[in-house]
């Protein structure tokens, strides 16, 4: 069965400080795919990014990067330099063949920056 | 705006009334989804179409709720007989056939069963 774990509930911290957030899934597909979604005060859930089974290379845009690690089943996201836009609800979301609609999303960490 | 929009954004209904919300895809996006999400969680997949054919059903979908897409193109989800557990945001997400991997979702109805 597929399963998505975000252990941050709440984290806060400075405007300016790095913040990692932890995402930890579990899937007996070996082909699946794994995302990144912010869901600001305003509630819609906006898409950040996809990472394909097969693809383990780190991705950076602009002050988010995510380091994708099968061997221990993470896909993990940093945000450089936070800021208080950065603030909201971010969930790692897993969906585990291509022909499986079912997408399965962690319970999402509170991130707050602090000015 | 050529996002994805739900209708209405916000319902307050009474325990036992039936509540039929509406969401309108991203144009060309044959592929729509609902969820549901409850306070602290993340969004529980709830039912799938491709085109007007609802191809998948969670077992979270109970005999209560029924979603259509009649013509391939908006969709509608009813709840009958609502129950204060029905409390919820419900999101719709729509994603296109050449990119299904990526969904995108409209900013959901808020649902309040007093």
């Known amino acids: 069965a597929q399963k998505v774990t975000q252990a941050q509930t709440e984290i806060s911290v400075v405007e300016k400080e790095d913040v990692t957030l932890d995402c930890v899934y579990e899937?007996?597909?070996?082909?699946?795919?794994l995302f990144w979604y912010k869901q600001p005060p305003s509630g819609e859930l906006v898409f950040l990014i996809r990472?394909?089974?097969?693809?383990?290379q780190n991705e950076i845009s602009g002050r988010y990067s995510w380091n994708f690690q099968k061997s221990t089943s993470s896909f993990n996201f940093t945000i450089t330099a936070s800021q208080v836009v950065d603030s909201a609800v971010y969930f790692c979301?897993?969906?585990?063949?291509?022909?499986?609609?079912?997408?399965?999303f962690g319970a999402g960490t509170r991130l707050t920056v602090k000015p | 705006d050529t996002g994805v929009s739900q209708d209405p954004r916000h319902k307050i209904t009474k325990r036992g009334q039936n509540v039929t919300f509406r969401c309108d895809p991203i144009?060309?996006?044959?592929?729509l989804y609902w969820y549901r999400q409850t306070l602290g969680q993340g969004p529980e997949f709830l039912t799938y179409?491709?085109?007007?054919?609802?191809?998948?059903k969670s077992r979270l979908l109970s005999d209560r709720f029924s979603a259509e897409r009649p013509k391939g193109s908006f969709s509608t989800l009813e709840i009958q007989r609502t129950e204060q557990g029905d409390s919820a945001m419900y999101l719709c997400?729509?994603?296109?056939?050449?990119?299904?991997?990526?969904?995108?979702f409209g900013p959901g109805t808020r649902l309040t069963v007093l």
């Open positions: 997400a729509s994603s296109s056939r050449t990119s299904h991997n990526e969904q995108f």
């Open positions: 899937t007996r597909d070996t082909t699946y795919y």
């Open positions: 990472r394909n089974s097969f693809d383990e």
């Open positions: 979301a897993l969906r585990d063949s291509p022909y499986n609609n079912d997408m399965r």
């Open positions: 144009s060309e996006h044959n592929r």
């Open positions: 179409f491709q085109n007007e054919a609802q191809l998948e």
